[in-house]
């Protein structure tokens, strides 16, 4: 306590400490001792020096966290250093360095028309605005001078072991001094060799021409800055007079793709009819070969049949067949006493008699 206010009491105890009528005071004396300050201005001094500390790295923050994906370059008095920091905490001297963090993770470029830019927009929200650029459909000329617009998308990073160097000649706007014109122009190149009815028809050789070109002058860039991923080529659009005539010419081509089908159909059928009736005759020339064939087999059999009886046929079987023949007739005539009997000549041909008795009942027997 300061030494004022121990003067102070010790006079209000020696006069024995009258209130405010002038009356003595009646209550207890009481007794102040001066509390002991030793060393207290050293602890106040240590004590704003750390609370000086705080505030100064509070307000410098001479530390970054770096994270995976990116990477740190620092400045030393505006020159950057080329090996880029890794992901970490890292710790720099406030005023004289500084610290820039840039993205390494993939990014995209989707150039497109603009109501797919709206709607693109209310899909990723905040995600559009981070590593994803959209930009308006890459407008080209084709081989006859007439406009046409083409969808593109292009994956890409920044290298991350010569970021430095590429933030130091490019900026930090790299990406728009880099990607985007190599992929116009190269776009506007191969595009405009053809025209616009054989783009479409093309989408495959002009889809593997864009990726071949980007690639090529991205990495011609000094130091490769950058690490392309994937070109998507994603829609040829076409002005509404190339379109009608497209699909005027498609139209017509159906069409006549139609007609020859049914040319090779009508074609197909007449040849199924030819053969069907070429198959008819020949199997009706193979019945008529085969009947003729069987009455030719027949007629040879019986001939041979009839050859081979001849050849049985001796004189003395035929006295027999006589003698038995004759005994037929014999025994008819004992039945019908009246009946006319003619004999053929030769002997051996058949007797044939007839009942002249009753005319009704008249018949003739050959044997």
Do not use: C
Not at 26 to 41: A, C, E
Not at 203 to 229: F, H, M, S, W, Y
Not at 230 to 240: G, K, N, S, W, Y
């Amino acid at each position: 306590m300061p030494a004022d206010l121990n003067d102070y009491f010790n006079k209000k105890r020696g006069s024995g400490g009258g209130d405010d009528n002038g009356g003595e005071s009646k209550g207890p004396k009481v007794n102040f001792k001066t509390p002991d300050f030793k060393g207290f201005g050293k602890i106040s001094a240590f004590a704003y020096v750390i609370i000086a500390l705080v505030a100064v790295i509070a307000l410098t923050q001479p530390f970054v966290t770096i994270n995976s994906g990116e990477v740190g370059i620092k400045s030393n008095l505006g020159k950057y250093d080329p090996s880029p920091m890794q992901p970490g905490l890292h710790f720099f001297i406030p005023f004289l360095q500084k610290v820039i963090v840039v993205d390494t993770r993939v990014r995209l470029i989707n150039y497109t028309s603009g109501e797919d830019m709206g709607e693109a927009a209310q899909k990723y929200g905040a995600q559009a605005q981070a590593g994803i650029i959209r930009k308006n459909s890459i407008s080209v000329l084709d081989a006859r001078n007439l406009p046409v617009s083409i969808d593109i998308t292009v994956q890409y990073r920044l290298n991350p072991e010569n970021a430095p160097q590429t933030i130091a000649s490019w900026g930090l706007s790299w990406e728009n001094k880099i990607v985007d014109p190599v992929v116009r122009d190269v776009v506007r190149s191969i595009a405009g060799k053809y025209t616009a009815e054989e783009l479409p028809t093309k989408r495959n050789d002009l889809a593997t021409a864009i990726d071949e070109g980007i690639r090529k002058d991205i990495d011609a860039q000094p130091n490769k800055p950058v690490e392309l991923l994937t070109v998507q080529l994603r829609e040829i659009i076409l002005p509404e007079k190339v379109k009608e005539q497209i699909e005027r010419v498609q139209i017509a081509k159906q069409e006549a793709e139609r007609t020859k089908y049914e040319v090779e159909r009508a074609n197909q059928e007449a040849l199924k009819k030819a053969a069907l009736a070429e198959g008819t005759a020949k199997a009706a020339i193979i019945e008529a070969q085969g009947r003729a064939d069987a009455a030719k087999i027949e007629a040879d059999a019986q001939a041979y049949a009839n050859k081979e009886v001849a050849k049985s046929l001796d004189h003395n079987l035929l006295n027999l067949k006589q003698i038995e023949t004759q005994a037929k007739f014999n025994e008819a005539l004992r039945e019908n006493k009246d009946a006319k009997i003619f004999l053929t000549p030769g002997g051996a041909v058949p007797n044939i008699w007839v009942d002249t008795k009753d005319k009704e009942k008249q018949s003739a027997i050959t044997q």
